[in-house]
């Protein structure tokens, strides 16, 4: 199966390409702690993948989990970008451009991962064209192109709009593989006409993430997690009575607790902010009805992460929750627990946990229901803290039994199912250990590319690898045919003085005219020359005896640079005489097919590098150097002849076809 990936979509058989692809990023905890357990497990265990994202939070993924993440649907990224025309019109637009960008991007990988999170349930309000949609395609797209699509311990329940239903049936029947977080999941699916007879179920996924040691807590301080809720896609009539219900009952619970010598510490379960009203009102409501209370009786604690949660809650005795990932939080940290039920999920959970009896629904939430239930709660604290200590040890277990199945499913190949079998003890050391917060798990991230990045890892090439690299580029290539070309152009028949960085064998000096006269400096000089100066670029400045030019130019040069891009950059900026004009290269490390040289030191996505680029130039124009489905420059002449001539930049289509840019800049 693995040599017929490669063969039909130029997948690497030893470097696996994984992608991550859900609402991740986006501002809720759950779904971003489910994220963090298969990147915790593939870290761990296959530090050689390669992995991206594509998420609804692109920017948030990227920045914390230093992982390549584009966003989720077309008009995320454009919708602020053109101005004049309506959102409406670029949603509906975004909808087609959409079936080619996921495509695309599917197309990249070798497998696909969903993990966790209830993708195919709609507890929540949601639109058909939103999610499900994106679903399917991704589920289409794996299905057509042989990528291994994952839905890994998700959640499913009933559905009653009907094209909703349907678009998550395709999108899980479509998929390579499924597993539940419980059997209510399995059944619902199965109700809604799906075969579900090999489906197994394992628990949810941020069961896998390393909890704080444990610490029974303080008996009388109370974590109560809360929650924006509005009520199901079935109630959008009724969602703002269902929210007032449910808030003025958490009002009446919390001055209950107070009341009762209880402090309370509130706790949100979405990082977008859509939770802050409800602990801002709770305040409020306790200011006014108990004028006389110590403010440190009744705070918000802020979070950013799962691990923010826990630490949380970790001086707590009891938890009162909502939000389902800060129950799980909870009984990660083996807290009596109370979870505010707003669907199955909830009663399953609890249940699976050894506490059936301590959920209160939301829809019948009332202050003399649940303060009973709660003072049950407290009578029991140190039996259930015991239980759930068992239970979650197994329920550690049978996630790492799924990682190693789902890995052993996705390359069945005798080696990697060896390799994955004896690294498995090492997820277990790690769910043992101390949360990770999200620098350490970004840190961590990034240490893991260390090994598959040159530029991370310092690998940089010196003159013995240059003196015989450089060869290859003593005869005129299409890169640099286009560059003489693109020079020509901005030359104007003046008279002018241009350096190549990195210059080799000084092939471009042949294709240039008389009135552009050449300089170039490289590390490796074949041929000596007065206009030829030989030094390291890395270990020394980028000078040449005080001069200073109209032109620079640089091609191939920055993929090899490492960590040294912005020193190179500012160096150059000081060598442009007034006026004048760089012309750098850069490979397109967002095409659909992302093939890197080896013994590149500094790879990252394009939109990275010009970020970078923008900080010491002013970018005046991006050209690509031609479009290719396969990431390589032109070969035949029909297809060189048409690429010579193309130089715009098409919006979407440049940046999964071109193969790689010339961007054109002035000095700031």
Known sequence: MAGRLARNTGKSTTRRRIGLFGNLGSGNIGNDASMEAILSYLMVNHPEAVLDAMCAGPENVHERYGIPAIPLFWHQKYEHRVSGVPATALKVFGKGADILRTAVWVSRHDAVIVPGMGVLEASLPLRPWGFPYAMVLLSASGRALGTKVALVSVGAGVINQRLTRWLFNRAAKMAFYRSYRDAGSREAMRQRGLDTTHDPIYPDLAFALPAPPYDPGDPQTVCVGVMDYHGSNDDRRRADEIYAAYVTEMKHFVRWLVDNGRKVRLLIGDTNGSDDRVVTEILADLKVARPNLDPSWAMAEPVTSLADVMRAMQPAGTVVAIR?????????????????????????????????????????LDLGSLTRNFTELESHAAEIQQALAERNATKEQL???????????????????????????????????EPQDKTIMKKSVVDKDARRRPEAASTLYKRDFWSEENLKYSRPHYRMEKASRLLKKLARDRDCILLDVGCGPATLSTLLPPNIHYYGIDIAIQNPAPNLVEVDLLEKPITFEGRQFDIIVAQGVFEYVGNHQAEKFAEIVQLLSDNGIFVVSYVNFDHRKMDIYWPYSNVRS????????????????????????????????????LNMHINLNIPFISSVLAVEYFLICSAR
């Open 324 to 364: 389902f990932h800060n129950v799980i939080a909870a009984l990660k940290l083996r807290k009596p627990t109370i979870a505010i039920s707003y669907c199955p999920k909830h009663d399953a959970l609890m249940a699976d946990s050894g506490l059936a009896s301590y959920y209160q629904r939301v829809a019948t």
């Open 399 to 433: 996630l790492r039994e799924q990682f190693t199945a789902l890995w052993a499913a996705f390359f069945p190949d005798t080696a990697a199912a060896a390799r994955d079998a004896t690294r498995a003890e090492a997820l277990g050391h790690l769910s043992n250990s």
């Open 606 to 641: 394009f939109n990275d590098f010009r970020s970078s680029l923008a900080e010491h130039f002013r970018i005046q124009r991006i050209i690509p150097t031609s479009y290719n489905w396969g990431h390589r420059e032109p070969s035949r002449k029909l297809v060189r002849a």
